[in-house]
């Protein structure tokens, strides 16, 4: 009598979906990841275009760089703190909620669900990623103002 185990057949059929997505998601992924870019760059510059002014006086005035950066970094952790929990709540509790009640019906359906669901160790990646393109593009913003000369950065108001 020949006998299936049915972790086999479990494993085959998610094996097939898995390789058959794998092009997909690395476009998502390039994608995503220009878009994060992106983003992040438009929030930063319109941030600094209409707080030049107040970067140019302090400036002036003799305050150390450091001191003029410290605000945003302290804006960007409260922004970074606020989207962290938000991912965890949306990805651990409601997302599993809605796929479970209204995408996947089948008991099979739901194995393959968890199977591939999205981990702890992936959630802080992309968070981590994600941060540190926001990190990147906000120093780039204040180094670009802050080598400038006071005269020069109220000259470009």
């Known amino acids: 009598e020949n006998v299936v185990n049915q972790s ?3 494993a085959r059929t998610t094996w097939q979906k898995a390789e058959s997505s794998k092009y997909v998601m690395i476009e998502f992924v390039i994608t995503l990841l220009l ?3 992106t983003f992040a760059f438009i929030i930063n510059s319109m941030t600094m275009n209409s707080e030049k002014k107040k970067i140019g006086i ?10 003029i950066i410290k605000p945003y970094i302290f804006e960007l952790l409260l922004y970074v703190i ?10 651990k509790f409601l997302f599993p909620l ?3 009640s209204f995408v996947y019906t089948t008991a099979q359906e739901i194995k ?11 959630i802080l990646g992309w968070d981590l990623l994600i941060y540190c393109i926001m990190f990147i593009s906000l120093f780039y913003m204040v180094y670009q103002i802050c ?3 006071p005269i020069e950065i109220i000259k470009d108001l």
């Not at 302090?58 to 001191?67: A, E, H, P, Q």
């Not at 393959?112 to 992936?122: M, N, P, R, V």
């Open 58 to 67: 302090k400036y002036s005035f003799g305050i150390r760089k450091k001191d």
């Open 82 to 91: 606020i989207g962290f929990g938000l991912s965890l709540c949306i990805t």
């Open 98 to 100: 809605f796929m479970n």
């Open 35 to 37: 878009i994060m870019t």
């Open 147 to 149: 080598r400038k000369s």
């Open 112 to 122: 393959e669900y968890y199977f591939f669901y999205i981990g702890w160790e992936s």
């Open 8 to 10: 086999f057949t479990f």
